[in-house]
């Protein structure tokens, strides 16, 4: 972890300010959430999460994480 408490599961660099994923249950930094929104499949995780969210799943793990999303910008 980094002395804010909190570290990018994607980047791996701090991340103070920091949200979930739509792709799976990482908490990334708000670098890593802008090619997050730049990826293909984007709207798509959106939908699915809504979708789960409307039907009552809270808990629902999201369409996984496109690998080429943790390698380096």
Do not use: W
Not at 52 to 64: M, T
Request: proline share 10%; aromatic share 6%; net charge negative.
């Amino acid at each position: 972890m980094t002395v804010s408490g909190r570290q990018c599961d994607r980047c791996h660099g701090p991340a103070p300010v920091h949200t979930m994923s739509f792709f799976n249950l990482d908490i990334i930094c708000m670098g890593c959430k802008e090619r997050e929104k730049e990826h293909p499949l984007y709207a798509e995780a959106r939908r699915a999460e809504e979708e789960a969210l409307r039907s009552g799943d809270h808990h629902f793990p999201g369409i996984g994480c496109p690998p080429e999303l943790y390698r380096p910008a």
